[in-house]
Structure formats: C-alpha cells, structure tokens
C-alpha cells in the first residue's frame, strides 16, 4: 500500500519539476527577445532621427537651388520708409527708387541705412541683408597669442633687434617714452623676398609681447562691394581696439597699397578707396593705444609713398635673402628635433 501511494505523488513531483523547468525555459526565450525587440526599435529610432536629419538638409538645399536658380539681386541701402507697402531704396550708381516690400518682410525691420536685396526684374524688396560685413568670420584670423618664439627664427638677429625697439618695447615699457615725449612708432614694414621669414617674425613678436595676433591679408581688403574693402579696415582697426592689445599684421600689402596711377579703371579706384581708410585709419588711432600695425610686402618698389610716411609706418625693415651661414643657423633650428648622425651637422 505503501508503494502505491508513493507512486502518484512522486509523479506529481516530477511533473511540477518539469513545469517549472518550462517556465523556465519559455521566460528566457522571451526575455532573450524583448532584448532584439529593444536593439531593433532603438535601432529604428537612430534611422528616424538619421532620416529626419537628411530630410532636413534635403529641405535647406532645396530652398538654396531655388535660391540659386533666382537671378542676382541689386543690393542697395534704405533712405527711408515712405508708408506701409513703399521704401525709397538707394541703389548705387544708378540713383534712387521707390520699391515695393515683399508680402515676406515686415515694414518695421526696414530702418534707414540698412542694406536691402532688390529682385533683378521688378526691383521689389524681397531680403534685409546683414547690415554690416561681418569680416571677422569670414576672413580674419585671430590668434590668441602665437606660439612662435624668436628661438625659432634664424639669424635675423638684426631685424629681431629692430622689431623689439619698435613694437615690444612700447608695448611693455611705455615709460621712457613719455618721459621723453617720444611718440610711439605706429607701424613697421617688413620687406623682403618671399620665404625670409617676415610673417614668422611678426608671430613671434605677438607672442613675446603676449598681444592678439589679428592677421590679415591685403587682397582679401580688395571686396567685390563697392566700399566694402574700406568698412573692412575699419572694422579690422575696431576689431583691434577689442582685443588690444594687439598687432594687425598686414600681408601681401602691395594688393591695396600700389602707387596711385592716372587714369585708372572703377576697379583701381576701388583699391584706392580702401587704401586711404587704411591711411585714414593709420593717422587717427593714437599710437599708445596698444594697436601695432605690421606690414609685410615683397614688392616694396610699387607702395605709395604716403602709405610709408613716419606717423604711419615709422621703421622700414629689410629682409635680405639669407647667406650662407644664415643657411646653416636655419638648418640647425629646424633639425633641433631630428635624430641626426654626428657627422652631418
């Protein structure tokens, strides 16, 4: 009797053995898919966001190949608004219009002075433009401080020499030379073939002096607006008074700088503009304001002589072809850090 009653519960035990062990086995076969499921919809959500993402882009291309297939725009500058729907618009050289607003605009941005698109065919007024050029994005190179050292420039012991009296020893001492009434050197020309190492010089100095190095150079002054070459320079020199202080370094200035000839075309006296504000700034900033103006050039036979004048640029250095033992001084900076046999050096 005693076996039979053992039998059925002893089955029963198996079997609750076994239905656990299913339990078991069928929890983790969902657990092990809701894993996939999870990893496919984050999955999914990436793509989405990846789709949205182009969609978008797709979305800005097609407003700028709409853009692009548009004609030209006028540029031009508002006088002033004459009622709710009309803007007397300055378009230069051919005169003043009054033109429509584009449905787009709000009459109330438009405020005098600012810098308007006119549509090619019925000069309507469809975009307020950014009211200044904004140089300092686009072109201007600031660095905080360089980090070229005069160790790394060789044998230009003398033009080191005459750079540090000009720009570093106003900068940092600017002492002796109020108590002498000395006016402080504005600017310095640096002039010499290509490759002599003018604008390394002029690094290292912004670095020795721990001024912002504002490079700039000449032919990007040359802008395809009229007068905008001009409002660049200024917005250089304003530029510079910000983070003084500072050294505007002027490269390739022959582009703007050239001697005015007779008889030049629109293009020339485009340059020509943007040089006199380049004068006109030179004359108006006091030199102890902490702006120092380095030029750099290799054709200093085509400048304008009003450009070199002292009260504007007070030094002229020259940098000569290096010779033979310059060569070597060279060679030896630049091979510091390489491994060299004994022999070669």
């Known amino acids: ?20 062990g299913l339990r078991q086995y069928y929890l983790s076969k969902i657990e092990g898919l809701q894993l996939i499921v999870n990893d496919r919809s984050q999955n999914l959500r990436r793509l989405q966001a990846q789709r949205n993402e182009l969609n978008a882009k797709v979305r800005l291309l097609r407003e700028e190949l709409q853009l692009l297939q548009e004609q030209g725009s006028y540029v031009g500058e508002v006088v002033r608004a004459m009622d709710k729907k009309k803007v007397l618009v300055k378009v230069h050289p051919e005169g003043k219009f009054v033109v429509d607003v584009d449905k787009n605009i709000d009459i109330n941005d438009v405020t005098p002075n600012c810098r308007v698109a006119l549509r090619n065919d019925s000069y309507t007024l469809h975009k307020i433009l950014p009211n ?5 994005v686009s072109l201007i190179m600031v660095e905080k401080v360089p980090d070229s050292t005069y160790e790394m420039i060789g044998e230009l012991d003398k033009q080191i020499k ?5 720009i ?20 310095v020309l640096l002039y010499g073939p290509p ?17 912002t ?71 108006g900033f006091e030199a102890t304001k902490n702006i120092k ?37 060279i060679l030896k900076i630049h091979s510091r850090k390489m491994n060299l046999t004994r022999g070669s050096t």
């Open 132 to 136: 200044k050029v904004d140089p300092l």
């Open 213 to 283: 190095f504002i490079r700039v150079s000449g032919s990007e002054l040359v802008q395809k607006f009229i007068g905008e070459g001009a409002r660049m320079v200024r917005e250089l020199f304003v530029m510079a008074r910000e983070h003084a202080p500072s050294i505007i370094f002027m490269d390739e200035i022959d582009s703007i700088g050239s001697s005015r000839l007779e008889g030049g075309s629109g293009g020339d006296s485009e340059v020509q503009r943007t040089m006199l504000e380049l004068l006109n700034q030179l004359d």
């Open 168 to 187: 570093e020893l106003p900068v940092k001492h600017p002492e002796p030379f109020e108590a002498l009434g000395i006016a402080q050197p504005k600017g």
């Open 195 to 211: 490759g002599t190492g003018k604008t390394l010089l002029a690094r290292a100095v912004a670095h020795h002096t721990d001024c």
């Open 293 to 329: 103006v380095i030029m750099a050039t290799n054709r200093i036979d085509i400048l304008d002589s009003a450009l070199l004048r002292p009260g504007r640029i007070d030094r002229k250095i020259e940098f000569p072809p290096p010779n033979e033992e310059a060569r070597l001084d």
């Open 162 to 166: 005459e750079i540090k009296e000009v």
């Open 1 to 20: 009797g005693k076996m039979a009653l053992d039998g059925p519960e002893q089955m029963e035990l198996e079997e609750g053995k076994a239905g656990s």
